[in-house]
């Protein structure tokens, strides 16, 4: 089975798109991006084009490859103390002179759309999630449209990174999976992945999980987003091998990347279904 998240997301925009024009809410998303990256160019651009669709307002902020922390953290101040915006998204990866963590760490937690400030990683860890982050929150639902069964199953998550892999885990433990994080320092980590029932690979290496090392009718959710060394866009997962042995599994592209711009778009309407509820005087 093909775990087609770009028809995925299609459908789930769809519905937020009802249930903003039902709300009578107008969200705002504003977008911080520092430098002139074209990948990340490319993927505020992705997130614009889907606030447009749903009804949800933008803003989109830029600053300089040459911009300093302190420059950077006065735009995120201005946005949190503007009474429109509902979410803000910093995008990643900063410039190497921007301080990441205290630019993450300066955006309110209940603007904080893609889940990374303290505060939310440590409601997500205490099973009481309010924004999770973008790509787990993604997965989680995407197994869920598609009735994958999770609690009691074995789910490896290769990465240990805290805006994928270990959200990703909490989220899996959440729900009654029984949870093992590989990372660099793994020992055998081959042998570890073979005995996963659900595998979400976030490594970031051209087709690194091979056939051998999954089990025979295993869920692979491949978030990695390579290139091999034909310049041809590919994920972490050897796909033509593995889908053969894989009972479900996702593409690169079309799998995982769209469910997260979709959770973004809900998680921007949560914030500010929130904020209406206690509006900030």
């Known amino acids: 089975m093909i775990l087609d998240g770009k028809a995925l997301s299609e459908k789930r925009l769809e519905l937020l798109r009802e249930k903003i024009e039902e709300s009578g809410l107008y969200p705002h998303l504003a977008t911080v991006l520092v430098g002139?990256?074209?990948a990340s160019q490319m993927y505020v651009r992705?997130?614009?084009?889907?606030?447009?669709?749903?009804?949800?307002g933008s803003v989109r902020i830029e600053l300089p490859e040459t911009a300093t922390t302190q420059e950077v953290l006065q735009a995120v101040e201005r946005l949190n103390n503007d009474p429109e915006i509902s979410g803000i998204l910093v995008q990643?990866?900063?410039?190497?002179?921007?301080?990441?963590?205290?630019?993450?760490?300066?955006?309110?937690?209940?603007k904080d759309v893609d889940g990374f400030h303290p505060v939310n990683a440590g409601k997500l860890f205490a099973g009481q999630p309010q924004f999770v982050p973008c790509t787990p929150g993604g997965i989680m639902t995407m197994l869920s449209e598609y009735g994958i069964p999770i609690a009691g199953r074995n789910a490896v998550v290769v990465g240990r990174s805290v805006d994928v892999g270990r959200p990703m885990a909490a989220l899996l433990l959440n729900a009654d999976a029984t949870v093992t994080i590989c990372h660099s320092k793994t020992v055998d980590l081959p042998a570890i992945v073979q005995r996963s029932d659900i595998l979400v690979s976030a490594i970031g290496r051209a087709r690194f999980v091979k056939a051998e090392m999954?089990?025979?009718?295993?869920?692979?959710?491949?978030?990695?987003?390579?290139?091999?060394e034909n310049g041809k866009l590919c994920g972490d997962v050897d796909f033509d091998s593995v889908a053969e042995k894989a009972s479900a599994i996702t593409p690169v592209?079309?799998?995982?990347?769209?469910?997260?711009?979709?959770?973004?778009?809900?998680?921007?309407?949560k914030a500010e279904q929130a904020r209406s509820c206690n509006p900030v005087l």
Do not use: W, Y
């Open 36 to 38: 002139s990256d074209p």
């Open 253 to 269: 592209p079309g799998g995982v990347g769209p469910m997260t711009i979709a959770t973004l778009m809900e998680n921007t309407f």
């Open 214 to 228: 999954v089990k025979e009718g295993a869920v692979v959710i491949d978030v990695g987003i390579n290139h091999d």
């Open 46 to 56: 992705m997130k614009h084009r889907a606030c447009e669709r749903v009804g949800i």
């Open 92 to 110: 990643l990866p900063l410039p190497r002179q921007v301080d990441t963590e205290r630019v993450i760490n300066a955006v309110l937690p209940e």
